[in-house]
């Protein structure tokens, strides 16, 4: 039997941007978004990580110029003993038990706690680390990519989707028909979410309480965007990604939703998400 695994979800600071930035017709106010990071217990494998939020690093990444231009975009909080490595602690691990961190892409927020993790694998795609590795430091910014927040060593402790093994998902997953295999034993099938920007993918996985999630990763920037199938402005995904793919994945996930009573969804930046699963 697949092993199923037990998730929790951790909010690892948070950005502030107007809520229209992530949602066609939404407000213009500054809306706090939390940097959501899944914690997987692994029967065997032990616990991974689901992106890594922010993180420390992140203000010394972003502490010249022009990658100062990102902090300023977006500016982040990072409350103490908020970041992943410490938040670990209350589940009774250290940054040295965590023996993989799953990559849903390699933008600042999702990466910026990989130096914490410096014994983990990295399961990721080949196509996000070239991106930020070939990226010059005023393009990367402006697509949300920093290169100093990805360890030396990334490449050689890195597993690539795109070489992994496939599954089919289960029919509940329609239009989604297969994953790859991450760990080999069909627990957690990392699947392409085309659109948001260059090699991005979600997460599937089963929990203890027998309910599939659905980490989407930035596919969708809130559980409402999914239900309403309504996309960010034209500008935002056009600047981090691209805007057709984007809307067609926003629109498989929203056919998904509307058929799969099964399924949790799980938007990175999702306060709503955030409050159906355990923390
Ligand atoms: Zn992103």
């Not at 909010?11 to 213009?28: D, F, I, K, N």
């Not at 939390?34 to 991974?48: M, N, T």
Request: net charge neutral; charged share 20%; with cysteine.
């Amino acid at each position: 039997m697949t092993p199923r695994c037990q998730f929790h979800l951790m909010r690892v600071g948070s950005c502030s941007h107007p809520q229209a930035a992530t949602l066609r017709g939404g407000s213009l106010c500054p809306t706090d978004f939390p940097a959501l990071v899944g914690l997987i217990l692994h029967p065997q494998e032990g616990p991974l990580l689901f992106d890594t939020g922010y993180d420390q690093a992140f203000f010394t990444a972003t502490r010249p110029f022009p990658e100062r231009l990102y902090r300023w975009a977006t500016p982040v909080d990072l409350p103490p003993g908020a970041a992943a490595s410490d938040q670990i602690a209350r589940f009774g691990l250290t940054p040295s038990d965590i023996r993989g961190v799953v990559l849903s892409h390699f933008h600042g927020d999702h990466v910026a706690g990989l130096t914490a993790f410096p014994n983990a694998r990295l399961y990721c795609a080949r196509a996000g680390l070239d991106e930020v590795r070939g990226a010059g430091r005023f393009g990367g910014v402006r697509r949300g990519l920093l290169a100093g927040l990805v360890p030396d060593d990334a490449g050689s402790r890195a597993c690539y989707f795109e070489s992994m093994p496939r599954r089919p998902l289960p029919s509940a997953f329609t239009p989604f028909t297969d994953g790859a295999d991450v760990l080999g034993d069909g627990s957690l099938l990392a699947v392409e979410l085309p659109g948001h920007c260059t090699g991005h993918w979600g997460l599937v996985l089963k929990g203890k309480d027998d309910r599939y999630r659905f980490l989407i990763g930035d596919a969708a920037w809130s559980l409402q965007a999914v239900r309403e199938n309504r996309p960010p402005p034209r500008l935002t995904t056009a600047l981090l990604g691209r805007t057709e793919p984007y809307r067609r994945t926003l629109a498989d996930l929203h056919g998904l939703t509307a058929r799969a009573a099964g399924v949790s969804l799980i938007p990175s930046h999702c306060p709503e998400a955030a409050g159906h699963e355990p923390g």
